[in-house]
């Protein structure tokens, strides 16, 4: 790069500090699932569904948006979305460990059924695609109400193939509300490849039947993924609509810790997908354009240690609901 070259970061609007919080969004996602999964082995929690892959999918586009203010409904795999977003590491291992204070339920609900209240997570329900029908009526609210709010929800590529979908999107936009659909295509839906589930191989190109743009973006490529969504904020908050963005990510584990994904998937495709990691692509940017040195690299894998062996460890320690709770909130009370 040249002395007159504009680094992509930069011509995005992006500081030095930004980018290397959004790395440590991605590290700190990383990290957190990788305990979730010992602990899941270990037998301490029950259920890990895996962002490994997607880390920069879900910091990028989360980037976009204003915390506190828009709103979230993210699907299982969105633990990045979470952090930026503004959920402590602390809550999602509540949540991981069931305890009485989890803020997505109060430990009801399995792990990854986000929900917080004090960061616009809006938890979702246990059948895949309903939380894009929840986006686009809290967006259409939203607009009856005046309120400056955009929506950030998000599926898989297999769930756009549900009925919830298809309605989401016509009504969003037939309406012109300001939400922004992201599906994280991963290649695969649990053991199903996209070439047997997805007709024409393209989910962005169905924005176009719904009245909207449809962007597809490397999901690997934090700066790539960040300029799509800030160009679909920005189009929302002209009040010019919806926006659908198809990211194409990787899957690095199985589906979930109840999968084994070598049943269907050779060593080789695992192995050679692995070359593309997000993770990976963004040490090496920061490195390239003297960002990141190998001492400040260090101090933030260090800090991101400290966080989620502070998060596990107090979250465990923490109560569980007393027995009568499991009543609570089931039936008409008063």
Known sequence: MTANTQARH???GLTRDQLLEMYYYMLLTRRIDERLWL?????????????????????????????????????????GINLVAGV??????????????????????????????GANVVSGSSPVTTQLLHAVGIAQASRM??????????????????GDWHEALNWAGLHNLPVIFMVQNNQYAISVPLEKQVAG???????????????????????????????????AMRG??????????????????????????SAEEIEAMKAGDPLTKIKHYLAEHGL????????????????????TEWAE?????????????VYGEG
């Open 88 to 117: 402590t590491p602390r809550e999602i291992m509540l949540s991981a460990f069931a305890r009485r204070s989890d803020p997505s339920s109060g430990g009801k609900q399995m792990p990854n059924h986000w929900g917080n209240r």
């Open 240 to 265: 010019e609509g919806p926006s659908l963005i198809e990211a194409l990510c990787l899957r690095i584990t199985s589906h979930s810790s109840d999968d084994d994904q070598r049943r269907y998937r």
């Open 201 to 235: 191989g393209s989910i962005a190109a169905r924005g176009k039947g719904y009245g909207m743009p449809g962007v597809q973006v490397d999901g690997t490529d934090l700066l790539a993924v960040y300029e799509a969504f800030k160009e679909a904020h920005d189009r």
């Open 10 to 12: 930069e011509a995005l």
């Open 145 to 162: 109400r005046g309120d400056d709010v955009v929506v950030y929800t998000c599926c898989g590529e297999g769930s756009a193939n549900q």
């Open 39 to 79: 602990l899941q082995r270990g037998g301490k929690i029950p259920f890990v569904i895996s962002p490994q892959g997607a880390e920069a999918a879900q910091v990028g586009g989360a980037y976009a948006f204003r915390r506190n203010q828009d709103w979230f409904l993210p699907y299982y795999r969105d633990l």
């Open 292 to 311: 990141l040195d190998d001492a400040g690299s260090a101090e933030i894998d260090v800090r991101v240690k400290a966080e989620v062996d502070d998060a």
């Open 317 to 329: 320690s923490q109560p569980y609901a007393d027995p009568e709770f499991a009543l609570s909130q």
